[in-house]
């Protein structure tokens, strides 16, 4: 099986082509420049550079979410696209399982996937490292660090954290939780070569899906539409103040 995976859940955004679960080849760019001006160039000139052409691709993966709004939208759109035309199976990837893949040979590691969901919050889901696989614990999630140290103190087993939110929450938590520690900073990072690893146990699973099928999962309102239900709100609730001084 051949899988084109996409990843630009966060600043960075990069781009694998995988062949049977070996990795083929690899595009990262953390530049600053916009994922829509670099994500489908990346993706161009990587497939040119292997020789490759987009009808040999037998899967087109991707980091569905969560992470940045804008990101997942020019991901998602992205691979859409990139279906679309040929009918290509895609497999929508939990951004949060995507980065524990790499450390799966950590057996009986708990890995604390945390990306910075920001107003006191971090996404998070927690695998258990099999050495082969990994192992979900929880779903995936917008919680308080204080609520995540609170799961987590009790629990013996070396913890790792890993993702765009690995300081924080290491920073936060390293003295509530006696033995934690960051992933070496090669692993991480969000990649594509982890949501191509993701993309095979959903393959795996039977639970790939037609491009047409493919949404952002966000876990979270954008802060939009938040304002605009709090506007809305404020309006109600002066129209009910104005009725009672009627």
Same mark, same amino acid.
């Given at each position: 099986?051949i ?9 960075? /955004?990069?781009?694998? =082509? /995988?062949?049977d679960?070996?990795?083929v080849?690899q ?24 020789? %490759? $052409?987009?009808?040999?691709?037998d899967?087109i993966? @991707?980091?569905?979410?969560? $992470? ?7 991901? @998602?759109?992205?691979?859409?696209g990139?279906? #679309?035309a040929? &009918?290509?199976d895609? %497999? ?7 980065? +524990? #893949? ?14 910075d969901?920001?107003?006191g ?17 929880c779903? &995936?999630r917008?919680?308080s660090?204080?609520?995540? $140290?609170?799961?987590?103190?009790? !629990?013996?087993?070396?913890?790792? @954290?890993?993702? &765009? $939110? +690995? =300081?924080? /929450? ?17 692993l991480? #990072?969000?990649?594509?070569w982890?949501?191509?690893? +993701? ?8 639970e790939? +899906?037609?491009? !047409?099928?493919? @949404? ?8 939009? *539409?938040?304002?605009?239900l *709090?506007r809305?709100?404020?309006s ?8 009672? !001084?009627?």
């Open positions: 099986m899988i084109l995976a996409l990843e630009a859940s966060a600043r960075a /955004c990069s781009a694998a =082509l /995988c062949r679960g070996e990795l080849a595009s990262y760019q953390n530049s600053g420049l916009t994922h829509s001006r670099t994500l489908l160039p990346m993706v161009h000139e990587m497939l040119k550079n292997c020789g %490759a $052409g987009l009808e040999q691709v899967v993966a @991707v980091a569905a979410g969560p $992470g940045s709004f804008t990101g997942l939208r020019i991901a @998602v759109s992205t691979a859409k990139l279906a #679309w040929q &009918d290509k895609c %497999a929508a990837c939990s951004t949060l399982e995507s980065m +524990a #893949w790499p450390l799966a040979h950590m057996e009986g590691a708990l890995l604390v996937c945390v990306m969901a920001r107003r919050q971090v996404y998070n889901a927690l695998f258990r490292a099999t050495g082969g696989g990994l192992e979900r614990l779903p &995936d917008a919680v660090l204080a609520q995540l $140290g609170e799961e987590l103190k009790n !629990d013996p087993n070396p913890k790792i @954290v890993v993702g &765009d $939110g +690995a =300081l924080l /929450c290491y920073n936060t938590l390293q003295e509530q939780l006696p033995g934690l520690t960051m992933a070496p900073e090669h991480r #990072w969000q990649s594509a982890g949501v191509a690893a +993701a993309a095979r146990a959903l393959a795996a699973r039977g790939l +899906a037609k491009g !047409d099928r493919l @949404v952002p999962v966000y876990h979270r309102l954008s802060q939009a *539409e938040r304002e605009r *709090e809305e709100q404020r109600k609730f002066t129209i009910e103040g104005d009725r009672r !001084d009627v």
